[in-house]
């Protein structure tokens, strides 16, 4: 084995100060305003508190998780906060929406219109719809209600959701744990390794042990 391990992201002076990102990361930065864009890719902090890009075909799987009924208001009957309730009841009036827009249109802070967003996305009510550009300072991402960018149309059952989802994330891994696949998913441990078994019960994967750790691969 050769070479480092940590990812060259950045370009850097000779004191070490960062320059600019590498052509790769540059590119990386840009896919996750270009791809909603364009509307090839569903992009948000949906499995996390971090960026996802998903294809659009997974979608409705992972709605189906959600437990709602799969309309743009349905987010009405799920256990939101007054602020998160409002933020995403702003969003369906006034379309997409940028996080200084928010702010006008609830009345609160910065700091408290973030972490809603970051809440409605996670629980797939809200979704990112591009890159709004702004006459000074750095552009403003605009948000948008998921099921108005994304129609879904039928979801699917909740077991057979899970089934689906674990066998998008084993058919391109080669081979994972249950940690790695609720790593990918945003799931716990329990759902992960349930739903991995699931699979070998049904003859979709195989699982090994290597010093004591469950290894699954389709």
Request: charged residues 25%.
């Amino acid at each position: 084995m050769s070479g480092s391990r940590e990812v060259d992201w950045a370009v850097r002076n000779d004191e070490g100060k960062y320059v600019s990102f590498t052509p790769e990361m540059d590119k990386c930065w840009g896919w996750k305003d270009e791809l909603p864009a364009r509307g090839l890719v569903c992009v948000g902090k949906h499995l996390g508190r971090w960026a996802a890009l998903i294809a659009p075909r997974v979608l409705p799987s992972l709605y189906a998780l959600t437990g709602r009924a799969g309309h743009a208001d349905d987010f009405r009957d799920g256990e939101l906060t007054p602020l998160q309730l409002e933020v995403a009841e702003a969003v369906l009036s006034a379309g997409p929406s940028t996080g200084p827009e928010l702010r006008a249109l609830v009345g609160v802070d910065k700091k408290q219109v973030d972490a809603a967003v970051i809440v409605l996305q996670r629980a797939l009510v809200l979704t990112n719809s591009g890159l709004v550009e702004r006459q000074q300072g750095w552009g403003a991402i605009a948000v948008e209600v998921l099921l108005r960018r994304w129609p879904l149309g039928a979801l699917p059952a909740a077991d057979d959701a899970l089934r689906s989802l674990a066998r998008t994330v084993l058919a391109s891994s080669g081979e994972l744990s249950a940690a790695d696949l609720g790593g990918a998913l945003g799931w716990r441990l329990k759902r992960s390794r349930e739903t991995l078994l699931d699979l070998v019960e049904r003859g979709e994967a195989r699982v090994r042990e290597l010093d004591g750790l469950q290894l699954f691969a389709a």
